[in-house]
């Protein structure tokens, strides 16, 4: 077997991986976004394991600085499913850890490591994984729900009524190169900029996947999708919180599914869920996917590969 760096030039390979061991479906831009565009990219965190010509494993690390320190793990671990149990899972994420640790985290995590991400955290499901991780020390931190919209439920998602009873003054319109540097700036001030990160990503997007409030050149509300998870995710999203109750939160969310209507989707997911209730309400979204947190302190990293 053969530890090496995964690039570009392995996307093919990752792909192809992928398809034969995930339950869903990734697309070739998706993966692309996952290695490429990866925030504060670290080369020596993005490790494949090769039986000759043929990509039997791969770990994505993240890195990423909090409040609380630097923190780090994998964005997507996998392996061959003809070769799980056999400990290649165990030694990629063992030698992952190493990478992380020597870059200064002081914990390890599973999942909570936005952006730029699949899912959330580990779908239960998964239940090998979660067992690997008891095994390396990790514990259960926390978890997060998405939800799923059946996009053909409705003949139309945004129409000129859903316009009208904007409040006054109000509009919601697609993002433009001109947004960069106001949409970021003012994401960072109202959210984070993990957020900003994905703001400026949906941007790039063609055609661009970020919606804005705005009111005489100010922006109230943005609501983004496509920029982590699956194909087609919403979020994230939000809005001014002097604003909120007006009904900005909703028009933006169904400005966003109309526009992945318009694109062909079917049915997508709306990441990381908090307000359950009023995805439910506004969408007829319903849970599908829980995912769970796990972590550990950097200094309890074990070698049981």
Same mark, same amino acid.
């Given at each position: ?16 991986? +992928? ?6 479906? /990734? ?20 490790? &494949?394991?090769?039986?000759?010509? !043929?990509?039997?494993? @791969? ?8 409040? $609380? ?12 499913? #003809? ?11 063992? #030698? ?13 995590? /599973? ?19 979660? +067992?690997?991780? *008891?095994?390396?020390?990790?514990? !259960?931190?926390?978890e997060a729900v998405n939800m799923e919209v059946d996009l053909t439920a409705r003949p139309a998602w945004w129409t000129a009524a859903d316009e009208a009873r904007l409040p006054p003054g109000w509009t919601i319109r697609r993002g433009e190169e ?10 960072? $001030? ?9 703001? !400026?990503?949906?941007? *790039?997007? *063609?055609?661009? @996947? ?13 609501? +983004?999708?496509? /920029? ?27 400005? +966003?599914?109309a526009d992945l209507r318009e694109q062909g989707y079917e049915r997508i997911e709306i990441g990381w869920v908090g307000p359950v209730a009023f995805y439910s309400r506004v969408a007829g979204a319903a849970i599908n996917r829980v995912c769970w947190?796990?972590? $550990? ?7 049981? &590969?």
């Open positions: 077997m053969d530890l090496r760096l995964l690039t570009s030039t392995d996307l093919p390979a990752l792909a192809e991986l +992928c398809r034969r061991g995930l339950r869903d479906a /990734v697309s070739p831009a998706v993966l692309e976004r996952l290695l490429l565009a990866e925030p504060g990219l670290r080369p020596e965190l993005q490790l &494949a394991l090769w039986d000759g010509p !043929r990509l039997i494993g @791969a770990a994505l690390g993240s890195l990423r600085d909090t409040p $609380k320190g630097r923190v780090g793990g994998p964005r997507l671990l996998l392996v061959d499913p #003809e070769l799980r149990l056999r400990g290649f899972g165990s030694g990629l994420l063992a #030698e992952l850890e190493r990478r992380l640790l020597a870059a200064g985290a002081t914990e390890l995590r /599973v999942g909570a490591l936005p952006p730029n991400y699949l899912w959330p955290g580990l779908d239960p499901r998964d239940t090998p994984a979660l +067992c690997m991780l *008891q095994r390396r020390g990790y514990t !259960r931190s926390g001109r947004d960069g540097e106001p949409l970021a700036a003012w994401v960072g $001030k109202q959210f984070s900029e993990l957020w900003v990160w994905e703001a !400026r990503a949906a941007l *790039q997007l *063609q055609p661009a @996947a970020v919606f804005i409030a705005e009111r005489d050149g100010q922006i109230g509300g943005f609501a +983004c999708h496509s /920029v982590s998870g699956l194909p087609g995710t919403f979020g994230p999203t939000g809005t001014d919180e002097s604003l909120r109750g007006l009904g900005l939160g909703k028009a933006l969310l169904l400005r +966003c599914l947190f796990f972590s $550990k302190l950097g200094y309890t990293s074990s070698s049981s &590969a």
